[in-house]
């Protein structure tokens, strides 16, 4: 196989039960969770695996489970000498929060501090969304054109923006929930289609400036290193470099767009062939379908899933 890229999901994957089935397989994930609640001073692995949904789902928990269980996953992965054998990251990438994830495999942050930041991540995005009422919606079908239309249509006096480039055809809203409530007739209208995402605020815009303020202190105090792979950047597109450069482009991803969809052209560039996707959900890899078809896609969001990449890895050896 060609060169890999380990790439981490954000907010919006999570799931009650999700990294269950390898806690209850594996000694490592079950490691990553007692770990984790020892950090953070409270039960999230229960949380994770009983829910309930609604306290789940709140950015202040959803986040730390979030970059928890794609840590698990991956720390499952490991676990197996053939699996690791086969997923050796040459690049890593994460969407908003999974960056953080990314960060943390390429060694740049530690799990500790990695964990910390994330957990304080979510608590200021939750406070900076109930300070001020926002929403994202989801814009599919439209060029670019016809997206800054609806952005001049739909705000008015409020805040609107693109803050999401996730694919071709696929970028995602964020502002004031009342310009937000403006975006579906008008994307209609253009010949699109629209969605509300079910998310606590206006994420990526300017509406979350306050929340990356108060996360530019957390992140002057944390330990950061140069990553051992790169690791492509959500505000840019290119790689993290050092650590001073990876401290201002954290801080500046929570209130600016996220450019994923430039993030895994850039990787796919430098010879990415395969990108496998590691933690719960499956949204990164049904993005790749968008971005691009011509690499292979792999999601391990389950033990099941995990137990048919080995299987199809062991076949595909034998048949050599």
């Not at 989801?138 to 997206?147: C, E, F, Y």
């Amino acid at each position: 196989m060609g060169r890999t890229a380990v790439i981490f999901p954000g907010q919006g994957a999570q799931v009650v039960g999700m990294g269950r089935d390898f806690v209850e397989r594996s000694a490592a994930a079950r490691r990553t969770f007692e770990d984790a609640n020892r950090i953070l001073g409270f039960d999230l692995a229960d949380l994770c695996f009983s829910g309930p949904a609604e306290r789940l789902n709140a950015t202040d928990i959803s986040q730390p489970a979030i970059f928890v269980t794609s840590v698990a996953v991956w720390s499952a992965i490991q676990e197996d000498s053939a699996l690791a054998a086969e997923i050796r990251p040459d690049a890593s990438a994460g969407l908003s929060l999974g960056e953080y994830t990314a960060l943390w495999l390429a060694e740049a942050l530690s799990f500790e501090d990695a964990l910390r930041l994330v957990n304080r991540r979510g608590q200021l995005m939750q406070r900076a969304a109930e300070a001020r009422p926002g929403g994202m919606v989801s814009v599919m079908g439209l060029n670019s054109d016809q997206i800054d239309q609806v952005v001049h249509e739909a705000a008015c006096n409020d805040v609107l923006v693109a803050s999401n480039f996730n694919a071709p055809g696929q970028t995602v809203l964020s502002g004031d929930q009342v310009a937000c409530e403006r975006v579906p007739p008008i994307v209609e209208r253009l010949g699109g289609r629209a969605a509300a995402l079910r998310v606590a605020g206006a994420f990526h815009s300017p509406l979350m400036q306050s929340a990356a303020e108060e996360l530019k202190t957390a992140l002057a105090a944390t330990t950061v290193n140069a990553p051992r792979i790169p690791v492509a950047a959500n505000v840019t597109g290119d790689y993290h470099e050092d650590p001073e450069r990876i401290r201002a482009l954290l801080y500046t991803q929570v209130a600016r767009p996220i450019h994923w969809h430039a993030s895994i052209e850039r990787l796919i560039r430098d010879g990415i062939e395969r990108f496998v996707e590691v933690g719960p959900g499956r949204v990164l890899t049904g993005l790749m379908r968008s971005i691009d078809r011509s690499v292979q896609a792999v999601n391990i969001s389950t033990a099941q899933a995990m137990d048919k990449f080995r299987t199809a890895g062991a076949a595909a050896k034998g048949s050599d």
